[in-house]
């Protein structure tokens, strides 16, 4: 059976509402996204070129937008809406342990 690792990245409080905060854990550049309160973990490198999306990625209308080439991410599932990027987000399952955000590295 394939083992998971658990990695902690940070407190939820960390992040603020609206923000993509950068993290680099595991040799992998992490996005923590927090939006209406919601919490979503998401590689940061654009599909497209691999733009760091938490320096050149911006949120709007439940969108991550890549600024580099304006490729729009779903926020829910990573899938690219529009632009050029043709593969979706790599989404990290995550746990919330007395406020710290643990991702699930497969
Ligand atoms: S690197 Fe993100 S759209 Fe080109």
């Known amino acids: 059976m394939a083992s998971v690792k658990k990695v902690k990245l940070c407190n939820v409080r ?16 992490i996005m923590v996204i927090k939006i ?4 979503y973990v998401y590689d940061a490198l654009c599909t497209h070129r691999n733009c760091n999306l938490a320096r ?3 949120l709007k209308n439940n969108r991550i937008i890549c ?23 790599t989404k990290y399952e995550f746990e919330v342990e007395d406020d710290i955000i643990n991702i699930i590295i497969p």
């Open 67 to 89: 600024t580099c080439h304006e490729t729009e991410f779903d926020i829910e599932t990573g899938k690219p809406i529009s632009g050029l990027a043709r593969k979706p987000l």
């Open 36 to 39: 209406d309160n919601k919490i």
């Open 14 to 29: 960390d992040i603020n509402e609206g923000e993509i905060k950068g993290f680099r854990v595991e040799n992998k550049n």
């Open 56 to 58: 050149m990625g911006l």
